[in-house]
């Protein structure tokens, strides 16, 4: 637990958690973190997805369609996370 009020060095933090640890600071500062793992997990994880067709609903958005997604996840119109056809960005 930190309850320290200065402006201190917090890159040190992390590297004294042990796996699934948790710090919990009181100065109205977070840190936060996913249990997700590293590249070799994420890896894993798509390699079981693509053996087993298993794939997100997303809806796909053009570049000048994101002002328009912008005002539809403010009213709350959004059933799937939207994802940007990149070939439709300006270079």
């Known amino acids: ?41 994420t890896q894993e994880m798509l390699d079981f997805c693509a053996a087993h067709d298993i794939g997100s609903e997303v809806e796909i958005i053009g570049a000048d369609d994101i002002d328009a997604a912008h005002d539809r996840v403010a009213t709350g119109d959004v059933r799937h996370p939207f994802v940007i056809d990149i070939s439709t960005m300006a270079d």
């Open 1 to 41: 637990m930190s309850t320290v009020p200065a402006n201190i060095d917090y890159d040190a933090f992390p590297r004294m958690l042990t796996l699934n640890g948790t710090l919990a600071n009181l100065n109205r500062r977070s840190i936060a973190g996913t249990p997700v793992g590293g590249i070799a997990e």
